[in-house]
């Protein structure tokens, strides 16, 4: 089967608010990544969303970098159930919940002004959401996961 890997990352400028708020902050990315590739899944190919999805904290030289990897299987049953249908890469859009996290007072935060001037520069620019089919021709989904796992 073929599969797509996308990886949803958390804006640099959002790192230290990450650290001092991990439970809430990736509870709010895990939702953010799929909400996204749901309603991406949904409206583009109308079909019913799959993945497996995976919390990195840390990128390769061990510094602060939350990101989420998703396995997505390459096709699937239709909205209605009466077809299957093969996927193709598609765009996604992904929305920060943090504003209403901070408003619910459930950040723990030093200058709520800075945020706030944060988000709204971060509101501003694209947030990249990357998606990659197989490497190889004979790649397979257990090659990802294995190092998913890791």
Wanted: glycine share 6%; charged share 25%.
């Amino acid at each position: 089967m073929t599969y797509f890997q996308v990886v949803f990352t958390l804006p640099e400028q959002l790192s230290a608010l990450a650290l001092g708020n991990r439970s809430v902050l990736y509870k709010l990315l895990f939702g953010s990544a799929w909400k996204a590739l749901s309603k991406s899944i949904r409206d583009e190919l109308g079909m019913r969303p799959a993945a497996a999805k995976v919390l990195h904290t840390w990128n390769q030289r061990l510094e602060h970098h939350p990101h989420i990897h998703a396995l997505v299987p390459s096709c699937g049953p239709s909205l209605d159930g009466k077809s299957w249908i093969p996927c193709r890469m598609t765009k996604g859009t992904i929305h920060s919940g943090v504003e209403r996290l901070l408003k619910a007072g459930k950040l723990k935060v030093l200058d709520s002004l800075e945020l706030k001037e944060t988000l709204a520069t971060l509101k501003l620019i694209d947030w990249v959401v990357f998606i990659e089919g197989p490497l190889k021709p004979d790649s397979k989904p257990e090659h990802v996961l294995k190092y998913l796992a890791r």
